[in-house]
């Protein structure tokens, strides 16, 4: 069986030929880095962070990041369905978010990124679109489909939870 970092290309080269493989796997050493360190710093609030090796750290996040592609069975985002756009990684411009703001930003609304599962600081996660992951933040995915669910219900929408979400239901 091939392991998870080339099942993971596998994939992504088949939804956007365009990326040489080189680019996808150093966007996926650079979102370990930055995972591992946002990580590190919530684990050092509530635990002794010394003991970790950052190197082993950061390989382990980078294959959890290879997993969470692999296990993709769809191109699509999991909380809004909408088809990913993986030939936006690594193109993000800091420079040109500031200057051009919120239609900058707009551009790469459906851009994959990496998202922490439970919103634990451990490398469990979900691949979904960068919109999805900046408005659910550091909540749940049951938390963020209760907030939806709140907001649209609020706004006049009437909402029914599919049968076989845990923990939801249409009284919640």
């Known amino acids: 069986m091939e ?4 099942q ?3 994939k992504v080269s088949q939804w956007a030929p365009e990326i040489e ?3 996808f796997n150093a966007w996926v050493v650079k979102k370990a880095a ?3 360190k946002r990580d590190k710093s919530k684990l050092s609030k509530i635990d002794d962070t010394k003991k970790f090796n950052d190197g082993e750290k950061r390989a382990e996040y980078r294959d959890a990041i290879y997993k969470a592609i692999a296990a993709m069975e769809v191109n699509k985002c999991p909380y809004t369905g909408d088809k990913l756009e993986w030939e936006k990684i690594g193109t993000w411009k800091n420079d040109d978010a500031k200057a051009e703001g919120k239609d900058f930003k707009k551009k790469f609304a459906l851009m994959p990124t990496i998202d922490h599962k439970n919103a634990e600081p451990k490398p469990d996660f979900v691949i979904c679109s960068w919109i999805a992951n900046d408005a659910k933040n550091d ?11 709140t907001v649209l219900t609020h706004n006049g929408y009437t909402v ?3 049968s076989g979400i ?5 009284e919640n």
Do not use: H, N, Y
Request: charged share 30%.
């Open 8 to 10: 993971a290309w596998r």
């Open 139 to 149: 909540l749940t995915q049951e938390d963020f489909i209760k907030l939806c669910k």
């Open 21 to 23: 493989q080189k680019k």
């Open 3 to 6: 392991d998870a970092e080339k």
């Open 34 to 36: 930055s995972l591992w």
């Open 166 to 170: 845990s923990g939801l239901s249409q």
């Open 160 to 162: 029914s939870a599919p």
